[in-house]
């Protein structure tokens, strides 16, 4: 046999590498991260157009407590801008994110402060709110969130009370 290698053999482990590369799938916190940015960029901001590009025209909010569907990018238009005019220093950060697939799953923190017209007379106060969401996406869109938060500490940071029912007074038993 010949001692020096035919040239075939000396590209057969760059074929391998080639091969494995090729199968490996794409790595979605590249693909998907920067959606989860400009989603939160368009709640920092309130520039809303971007989530034209990013989200899918059906998207799906669900949050606590019911977790019922709104549907379409308009209701999501308008619950960022209600949110925005209530508390317009509204800021997002993400702390934390974890990616799969199809779905990343969101640890959050949302400040802001309560000078802005709402549901109630703004009460100037200061809220810091930590929530987690899952988002799911396909095809380079963002295609719905299921969100948590602590509503009871959100109204209590606003300075709402939650007052216990009455209950009528028990006879002693003897």
Not at 43 to 48: D, R, S
Not at 103 to 125: E, L, S
Not at 141 to 153: A, M, Q, S, V
Request: aromatic share 12%; proline share 9%.
């Amino acid at each position: 046999m010949n001692a020096r290698k035919s040239p075939l053999f000396r590209f057969i482990p760059l074929l391998i590498i080639l091969l494995l590369i090729g199968c490996a799938q794409p790595d979605p916190a590249i693909t998907y991260g920067p959606l989860l940015e400009s989603f939160g960029d368009a709640w920092n901001t309130g520039n809303l157009d971007q989530l034209d590009r990013i989200c899918d025209p059906n998207y799906e909010r669900r949050i606590t407590p019911n977790f019922e569907a709104k549907v379409g990018l308009d209701e999501l238009k308008s619950v960022i801008t209600y949110w925005r005019t209530a508390y317009p220093d509204f800021h997002v950060t993400i702390d934390e994110v974890f990616f799969t697939e199809n779905a990343a799953a969101v640890r959050w923190t949302i400040t802001a402060t309560n000078t802005g017209p709402g549901k109630h007379p703004p009460t100037d106060k200061q809220v810091n709110i930590p929530g987690m969401g899952i988002f799911h996406y396909a095809d380079g869109k963002l295609l719905d969130e299921w969100t948590c938060d602590n509503n009871l500490l959100w109204v209590t940071q606003i300075g709402f009370t939650l007052v216990p029912p009455e209950f009528p007074e028990e006879e002693e038993q003897p």
